[in-house]
C-alpha cells in the first residue's frame, strides 16, 4: 500500500523512537587498510554489522531500516572491488533470507536491478516473494541506488499514469511512485565512516529527517555506536518549520 506521506505537506507525528531509519554504511575500505587487509575485507567485516544492527532494530520494534548498500555511482570502483560486493551479496542472500523470514523481517530492494546478473536477480526476487507477507521490521536495501535515478523515474512514471494531469502534479502524485513509496520519511539518517554528505541518497525523503553523522567506520558500528545514534535523536527538536514555542505548546497539550 502506498504511503504518500510528506514532512512538508502535513507534520508527521513525532515519537521518542524513530520509525524509520536510514542509513549510509561507509568506511569499510579505510577499516581494512587499517589493518592491512585488502580493501574487501572490510566489505567482508560490514556485513557482520549489517546483521548486528538488523538485530538491534528488531529489538527496538523500528519498523523500517533502509541500508544503503551500493550506489549508482559505485560502478565507478575497480572492477574486481564490483564483483566481490556483487558475489557478497549474493552469498548474504542466500545465507541468511531464511534467518530473516523467521524473524518475520520483509526484505525488498530498491535501484535499478536491471544492471545486475541474472543469479543476483534471481536470488533478489527470490527472497523479497519469500518474506513479501512479513509484517515485522521492513529491511530495505539500496543497490545500484541513486536519489536522482529515483526522483527521474519517479517523474516518468508518474507521467505515464496520469498524463493528463501533466504540468499539474503535485509532492504525493511524485511520492507514490518513488521507489519507496511504501514506507514513510526517514526519521533519522546514520552516516558511518566520517564524511558529511548525502552520496545521492534519499534526495527527495531526506528533506526533514535528522542527520547523524559518526566517525566511526561501519565494520565497528556495534550496537553501542548505534545506541548513541538514537541517543543524539532523542535530544532532537523536530520543528518542521514551526517555532520552538509551537513545539513545546503541542507537547504540553499531549
Ligand atoms: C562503504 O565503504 C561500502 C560501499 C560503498 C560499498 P567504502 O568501500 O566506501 O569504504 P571507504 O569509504 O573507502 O573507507
Ligand atoms: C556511499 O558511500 C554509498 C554507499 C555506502 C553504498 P561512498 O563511499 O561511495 O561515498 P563517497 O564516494 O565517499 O561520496
Ligand atoms: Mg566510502
Known amino acids: 500500500m502506498a504511503f504518500f506521506s510528506s514532512a512538508t505537506k502535513s507534520i508527521p507525528i513525532g515519537t521518542d523512537m524513530p520509525q524509520h531509519i536510514a542509513v549510509i554504511m561507509d568506511g569499510n575500505g579505510r577499516w581494512a587498510r587499517k589493518r592491512f587487509l585488502p580493501r ?3 566489505h567482508k567485516r560490514g ?7 538488523v538485530k538491534a ?21 575497480p572492477a574486481d ?7 557478497l551479496f549474493i552469498q548474504g542472500l542466500k545465507r541468511e533470507v531464511a534467518k530473516l523470514h523467521e524473524n518475520n523481517i520483509k526484505l525488498v530492494l530498491i535501484g535499478d536491478r536491471t544492471r545486475f546478473n541474472a543469479e543476483l536477480i534471481d536470488q533478489i526476487e527470490l527472497s523479497e516473494r519469500l518474506t ?22 519517479a517523474v516518468n512514471k508518474m507521467h505515464r499514469a496520469m498524463p493528463s494531469h501533466a504540468g499539474d502534479f503535485d509532492e504525493e502524485h511524485l511520492a507514490a511512485h518513488l521507489a519507496m513509496h511504501y514506507a514513510p520519511e526517514p526519521d533519522l539518517f546514520i552516516r558511518t565512516g566520517g564524511e558529511k554528505r548525502i552520496s545521492n ?12 553523522f559518526t566517525d566511526t567506520l561501519w565494520p565497528d558500528f556495534d550496537e553501542s555506536a548505534f545506541n548513541l545514534a538514537l541517543a543524539s535523536y532523542q535530544n532532537r527538536e523536530r520543528r518542521f518549520g514551526r517555532t520552538s514555542e509551537q513545539v513545546s505548546d503541542v507537547a504540553s497539550n499531549n
Do not use: K, P
Open 40 to 42: 574487501v575485507a572490510g
Open 47 to 53: 556485513m557482520d554489522a549489517v546483521l548486528e544492527l
Open 57 to 77: 532494530c528488531v529489538d527496538h520494534n523500528i519498523a523500517y531500516l533502509t541500508l544503503f548498500a551500493f550506489s549508482s555511482e559505485n560502478w565507478r570502483r
Open 81 to 87: 572491488e564490483v564483483s566481490f560486493l556483487m558475489s
Open 132 to 153: 513479501a507477507n512479513n509484517t515485522g521490521l521492513t529491511l530495505s536495501i539500496a543497490a545500484n541506488y541513486g536519489g536522482r535515478w529515483d526522483i527521474l523515474q
Open 201 to 212: 541518497f534519499m534526495l527527495w525523503q531526506l528533506a526533514y529527517t535528522e542527520l547523524y
